[in-house]
């Protein structure tokens, strides 16, 4: 039966769903209105389930959506961004942003990528590269992401670690 031809005729609904109708109409009309039910119950969880989706915050769970979310809010150019998400995928970090946490962290990860990469000739330029981003990264004045920070001498944040070679 149309489910259009069951809404318009309204005289059926008087005397009862029922009885009127024969056995096989009256079986078209029971799974016509349980399909009605679970179409609007599941209509209801989907856009439940949208709803709480888009309510999410962006980087939940997302240890590397965050960890760059992070280095553009520090201010780092992207050739900056890039050497610190290389260094943290070499390194098999499952937590990027442990890099940004301390500058002991920062220094530690930073001189062991160095040290372990095939780029060790070019030791002197990736310890001034990484010093200047932990300038950055860790400058205790709040101005993150500046010339001043990154020109400004770091006391006690990695950038003095990095200046020392390993033995």
């Given amino acids: ?45 989907l856009v439940t389930r949208i709803q709480g989706r888009l309510e999410r915050p962006e980087a939940m769970h997302r240890p590397w959506r965050l960890f760059t979310a992070l280095l553009k809010e520090h201010g780092l150019g992207r050739g900056d961004r890039v050497l610190l998400c290389t260094i943290a995928w070499c390194r098999r970090l499952k937590q990027p942003t442990v890099l940004l946490l301390s500058p002991a962290l920062f220094t530690r990860h930073a001189t062991a990528w160095l040290s372990e990469s095939r780029f060790a000739p070019l030791w002197p330029q990736g310890k001034d590269r990484l010093a200047r981003i932990a300038r950055m990264v860790f400058a205790e004045d709040g101005s993150k992401g500046t010339p001043e920070a990154t020109d400004s001498s770091a006391q006690g944040t990695g950038a003095t670690v990095l200046r020392s070679r390993p033995a």
Avoid: C, H, K, Y
């Fill in 1 to 45: 039966m149309n489910l259009a031809m069951l809404a318009m005729d309204l005289s059926r609904w008087e005397g009862g769903l029922w009885d009127s109708t024969s056995p096989a109409e009256q079986r078209r009309q029971f799974v016509t209105i349980v399909l009605l039910a679970t179409s609007l119950i599941l209509l209801v969880w």
